[in-house]
């Protein structure tokens, strides 16, 4: 009796929360893109592949020995065409990601799922200087994957939303392989009581070749009364391989100083293929 006690107490205050991935509001994932984010690739196909952990044990607004770990798939093909629109190179995307969440309240398994989560859409359009790349664009999340209002950790969100995106890569320096890239996501839900949200993500790079190293981030903030913030440092490595086609990267982050939500880390690889 004493322990179904506990877990429905667990479970009334696991209610009042929000356990989706990072328990935002916002489809998008922050720590996704880094180095070089904000440069639109020559035009093509290509096929990108990331993988996504993140797990979490500290949360000020629950018991001791609470966790979430969330680990995505999201795969997304991106069609670089060769139209020009208003001096910018046109692009075309689509991402399916596949999410698995396992959440524990005070020590109790709360919930565990696997399942597809939302489909997004969208197109950009990219420019390039000769010291610069900029890139702009539009996108929408439907409303498409596993979603129980009964469970947790739904992959799902339940909802859908549009998503804007702006962002810049400047060289800082004549020969081209010191890069400072920003990649804004503004982000809007479609339902009530669900707050819009400005996601920044950062790198700063060196390059060696094909190689690139440095240092990335990720900055979060949500306009309403939700209140939520987080913030992230990492370092980043990359590396392509022009006779393969074959790119590749891989990236630890560490966040500090969140703000109303979980504070953790995100471990995130991602495979690039040209064809």
Same mark, same amino acid.
């Given at each position: 009796m004493k322990n179904t006690m506990k877990k429905i107490t667990l479970l009334t205050i696991a209610a009042s929360l929000s356990f989706t991935i990072h328990a935002s509001d916002s489809h998008y994932v922050p720590g996704i893109e880094g180095i070089k984010a904000s440069v639109v690739p020559p035009p093509g196909v290509y096929y990108k592949g990331y993988l996504v952990n993140y797990s979490a044990d500290e949360n000020e607004a629950l018991p001791n020995d609470s966790e979430v770990n969330v680990t995505a798939l999201a795969n997304r093909a991106i069609w670089v065409t060769p139209q020009k629109v208003l001096g910018g190179d046109l692009t075309l995307e689509?991402?399916?990601? =596949?999410? @698995? *969440?396992?959440? +524990?309240?005070?020590?109790?398994?709360?919930?565990? +799922?696997t399942g597809l989560g939302d489909l997004y859409v969208g197109g950009v359009l990219g420019w390039h200087g000769d010291r610069w790349d900029a890139v702009s664009?539009?996108?929408?999340?439907?409303?498409?994957?596993?979603?129980d209002s009964n469970r947790f950790a739904s992959p799902g969100k339940g909802y859908d939303s549009v998503m804007l995106t702006l962002g810049g890569n400047v060289k800082l320096n004549q020969q081209g392989d010191l890069n400072l890239s920003a990649l804004s996501r503004y982000e809007m839900p479609n339902g009530d009581d669900l707050d819009d949200e400005l996601i920044i993500e950062w790198g700063l790079s060196k390059s060696y070749g094909l190689l690139d190293?440095? =240092?990335?981030?990720?900055? *979060?903030?949500?306009?309403?009364d939700g209140d939520e913030e987080r913030n992230a440092l990492g370092l980043s490595i990359g590396y392509f391989s022009p006779p393969n086609l074959l790119g590749g990267d891989v990236a630890v982050y560490k966040e500090y100083s969140n703000k109303n939500t979980?504070?953790?880390?995100?471990? +995130?690889?991602? =495979?690039? @293929?040209?064809?």
């Open positions: 689509a991402i399916v990601p =596949l999410i @698995k *969440t396992d959440l +524990r309240v005070g020590g109790q398994d709360v919930d565990e +799922r664009g539009i996108g929408y999340w439907a409303e498409t994957g596993d979603y190293v440095g =240092l990335v981030g990720y900055n *979060t903030f949500e306009t309403g979980f504070e953790g880390e995100v471990i +995130r690889a991602s =495979l690039t @293929k040209v064809f």
